[in-house]
């Protein structure tokens, strides 16, 4: 069995990878497989997300690339911005894991939150993608890579912002 314990720095190659929908990312203790179906044990701290393109070192020193897995979320849209805002601010109240794109919100595959936004009056796409939800302003590990939060989850950097 391939063991990981650790994260890693991006590399440009890998040895292995293993593709998860974001629930399995979620867990920090996880039996898994790689593509090739060669069985493998996650032991990473509490706490731990996994996010696409993550790198991970095996004991063995083989490294582990991270794919999302495509699965089927919801994409919630408004006619302009304010209303999307309103609709991402409902479900932050609600603790939802929400993804936020340019004039998009991905959830779960949920028949009650999808019933709450269409309520709200927003326009409700199944998709299937790779779910990347916010990691919150607490989050501990920080996605890197060209589509990660311009934020990085880090509350107290303030920017100007001209109206």
């Keep these: 069995m391939l063991n990981i314990q650790k994260r890693c720095e991006p590399r440009n190659k890998f040895d292995a990878e293993v593709i998860m929908p974001y629930e399995l990312r979620q867990k920090c203790r996880l039996r898994t497989q790689t593509t090739t179906g060669e069985e493998t044990g996650l032991f990473l701290p509490r706490g731990s ?9 095996a004991e063995d020193g083989r490294i582990v690339k991270v794919t999302a897995k495509l699965e089927k979320v919801l ?11 309103r609709i991402a601010y409902h479900l932050g109240n609600r603790h939802v894991a929400l993804q936020i794109g340019a004039g998009w ?4 595959n949920d028949y009650v939150l999808r019933q709450m936004v ?23 590990h920080q996605h890197q890579g060209p589509d990660a939060p311009a934020h990085r989850g880090i509350i107290h950097q303030y920017v100007s912002v001209n109206s």
């Excluded at 997300?49 to 070192?57: A, K, P, Q, S, T």
């Excluded at 994409?75 to 805002?85: F, I, K, N, R, T």
């Excluded at 796409?125 to 501990?140: I, K, S």
């Design 105 to 108: 919100l991905r959830i779960v």
């Design 49 to 57: 997300v996994l996010r696409d393109g993550d790198f991970l070192e």
């Design 118 to 140: 269409e309520g709200l009056g927003a326009i409700v796409v199944p998709v299937e993608a790779a779910f990347e939800p916010e990691p919150g302003a607490y989050g501990g």
């Design 75 to 85: 994409q919630v849209g408004c006619p302009d911005p304010v209303h999307l805002a």
